[in-house]
């Protein structure tokens, strides 16, 4: 049922009203957890964070895919089916769970690990985007659930797994599972804290997996990171692996200083075979790309569409804090800006699946190189209240490029004949706010406007062979979100 504009806007005035006027009775809210979870040198954590959202264009909620909602319309599969009001999961923030160990062995010498995994509180599942696309194999656009690529399928640690030893002399130096350098870079420097709802470098694992969503996260990696002083540094390799995002190896650096307030990041990423799956039904066809799934054959064959690339990403992130008003009130203001430039080329494909072990059917290759910039700005307003509130705004374009059939084709199939891939832009526009009620609750409330435009808009209806034409969508939400 569409649901009017006045009740959008009722429904973020609610949620607004009630952070800000909350803040009376903020000091007798009883809060009964304790400030951790911990025994001895190890510490359970989590989040749940539940709420309600409005979409002017979107489609059916999924109990698979992150956030449940196809937040945005940069990675949509071009499968809006009219506006949507629902239940909502993991607005600012993944629901999860993990583990996290801390322990002296020696000298200055911890032993350190954390292992991670999200979910969706709406269903009780694994969050699970692999299968979300899996599931609309044989459904044409228009009939889709939310579904797009992440690096998160179903695995059981589906965020990060690793172990290793931390030192402030030393450093430290961990192995398994890690968030790529990018992503944790943008964690500090995403003004809406890779919110899912809210962000585009958070809903989208595009920026951070340097072009490749799967490539988000690396398995089979080793990572060291030392800090002194004003400086820090980071490396990360990664072997790859035949059933992870990433196939062939990849590395990774990261240099950074902090003065007084401001804070700068520099990172670069390369990726050799990072896998990228498309949406399994050719709607240009007007046939699935794979056969209806069974019990005895869960995944679609021979597998999921995908191309596979070699990626390469240059960022640059910096932030500052300034004091407001009377430094009795502790309000304080951050300004973020960020510059990414990636390119994605051709990939070597000799077999080998997705994440969480998801077959691939690899039916195209890049020939001519994509290249996209991406720029965003943004401020968080914190204040000695509890409120803090959010803008940002998130560009991106890309260049027109071109593609061959199979895994080594050279057809130089581009812009006219597959109009995905003309030059295009994407823009977003967002703003939050968000109560901190205590260290474990918050009530958040905000909207969220993106819009696609040429050959990134291509597929939408009304849209002319991704050359001319846009699409847009604006998300409110609002929600509550729990922390142990």
Not at 16 to 26: D, P, T, Y
Not at 76 to 97: D, M, V
Not at 113 to 141: V, Y
Not at 249 to 258: D, M, R, T
Request: net charge negative.
């Amino acid at each position: 049922m569409k649901k009017s504009h006045g009740s959008v806007g009722f429904s973020l005035g609610l949620a607004v009203g009630l952070a800000m006027g909350g803040s009376v009775a903020r000091a007798d809210i009883k809060d009964p957890l304790p400030d951790s979870l911990s025994l001895g040198g190890v510490t359970l954590y989590g989040t749940v964070d539940v709420g309600y959202a409005y979409q002017s264009h979107g489609v059916p909620l999924s109990s698979q895919y992150l956030g449940g909602l196809e937040y945005q319309a940069f990675t949509t599969t071009r499968n809006f089916a009219g506006s949507q009001t629902t239940p909502a999961e993991s607005g600012l923030e993944q629901s999860k769970i993990g583990v996290r160990v801390s322990e002296p062995i020696v000298n200055d010498i911890t032993l350190v690990a954390r292992a991670e995994t999200g979910f969706n509180p709406l269903s009780g599942q694994l969050t699970d985007a692999c299968g979300s696309i899996a599931t609309n194999a044989t459904k044409p656009q228009g009939s889709q659930t939310a579904n797009a690529d992440s690096s998160r399928c179903g695995q059981p640690f589906n965020s990060v797994l690793y172990g290793g030893a931390s030192s402030p002399t030393y450093g430290t130096l961990t192995i398994g599972r890690h968030n790529s350098l990018q992503l944790d870079a943008l964690s500090a420097y995403d003004p809406q804290a890779l919110s899912y709802a809210f962000s585009f470098l958070g809903y989208s694992g595009f920026n951070g997996g340097a072009g490749s969503t799967q490539a988000a996260r690396w398995d089979n990696s080793v990572k060291y990171a030392f800090g002194t002083g004003i400086y820090h540094l980071a490396g990360m390799y990664s072997q790859g692996g035949q059933d992870t995002g990433i196939l062939g190896k990849a590395y990774a650096a990261n240099a950074g200083v902090v003065v007084s307030a401001l804070s700068v990041d520099a990172v670069y990423e390369n990726e050799k075979g990072a896998v990228n799956l498309r949406s399994s039904f050719d709607d240009t066809q007007g046939n699935p790309l794979a056969p209806t799934p069974t019990p005895a054959n869960p995944y679609p064959t021979p597998g999921l569409a995908a191309y596979i690339s070699n990626d390469t990403s240059y960022n640059l992130m910096a932030k500052y804090t300034f004091d407001v008003g009377d430094p009795s009130n502790k309000d304080k203001l951050t300004v973020f800006a960020g510059l990414t430039h990636l390119q994605k080329a051709h990939g070597n494909y000799d077999g080998g699946n997705a994440e969480g072990n998801y077959p691939l059917n690899v039916g195209i290759n890049i020939n001519h190189s994509a290249i996209y910039n991406m720029e965003w700005l943004g401020a968080r307003y914190v204040m000695g209240s509890g409120l803090n509130l959010v803008a940002a705004f998130y560009h991106v374009t890309q260049n027109s490029w071109t593609i061959g059939l199979g895994t080594t084709g050279n057809e130089g199939i581009g812009c006219v004949d597959a109009g995905l891939l003309c030059a295009g832009a994407f823009y977003e526009a967002s703003f939050v706010a968000d109560y901190i009620i205590n260290k474990h609750y918050d009530l958040y409330g905000g909207v969220n406007y993106s819009e696609v435009t040429d050959g990134l808009a291509n597929g939408f209806v009304g849209t002319t062979v991704g050359t001319s034409g846009s699409e847009n969508q604006v998300t409110v939400m609002w929600g509550l979100r729990i922390k142990f």
